[in-house]
């Protein structure tokens, strides 16, 4: 298993602090961000303190983040990381959350794949709940089923009869987005949504992602997916 270099700088108007990790790619479980002086999580840290802003960085590749209750697994706040260096805190408010003492902070990176392919990550949120979906190591402009980066489930199966209302997704840096489908079970397209590239310097636009699609109002179907044509160039 490969690994990189992770960090989040998170806080508010009054006060921030830098949790760090080198974090295994392609997974959630074991990387768990911690204070860069303390080594302490997040909860322990700064229990009850506010966050309007999470400023997530990565080596190479594409990153998630997620801050959750480690013990109810409940998740408070998420989003996607850039590469290091182009950061933008006006981009990287988030809605205020009030950090648990249970709290923690976990991200799911994943490296530039190899010649020819891509990595993609996928915020999917729906009436159900919001689940991070994974295309890995995708052929060139060839349209790819993404799958849950938990329990590697379809769209249609683990978000059947819920209506889906936003997708945010991040291919990995340098790579463009094609588009984003979503397929019914006959293999039917119900809708089309065209990407783009990440910015990729610091005053760019959109350094966190390649689409970001919300209002949506899809009934999801039984057997249904949502699959990514992307291209590493």
């Not at 205020?96 to 530039?112: C, R």
């Amino acid at each position: 298993m490969t690994t990189q270099a992770v960090s989040i700088t998170a806080g508010n108007g009054m006060m921030s602090k830098i949790f760090t990790l080198t974090a295994e790619n392609g997974k959630w479980d074991g990387n768990v961000l911690t204070d860069s002086i303390s080594s302490q999580s997040i909860g322990i840290l700064i229990p009850n303190a506010r966050l309007d802003y999470a400023q997530a960085q990565y080596e190479a590749g594409c990153m998630a983040w997620r801050l959750q209750n480690a013990q109810t697994l409940a998740v408070k706040s998420y989003g996607l990381g850039v590469l290091n260096g182009l950061e933008c805190i006006e981009s990287d408010q988030i809605q205020p959350v009030t950090v648990g003492q249970n709290d923690i902070l976990t991200v799911f990176p994943q490296p530039v794949a190899g010649a020819g392919t891509t990595n993609t990550l996928a915020w999917i949120q729906t009436s159900k709940s919001t689940e991070l979906f994974t295309a890995t190591g995708a052929t060139d402009l060839t349209a790819t089923n993404m799958v849950s980066a938990v329990n590697s489930q379809s769209l249609g199966d683990l978000f059947f009869g819920s209506t889906l209302q936003r997708i945010w997704i991040s291919v990995q840096d340098g790579a463009s987005l094609d588009k984003v489908e979503i397929v019914d079970e006959m293999g039917g397209v119900v809708m089309t949504l065209q990407g783009g590239k990440r910015g990729a310097t610091g005053g760019s636009r959109s350094n966190q992602y390649n689409l970001y699609a919300i209002n949506l109002g899809v009934r999801i179907g039984k057997g249904w997916n949502i699959r990514t044509t992307a291209s590493s160039v």
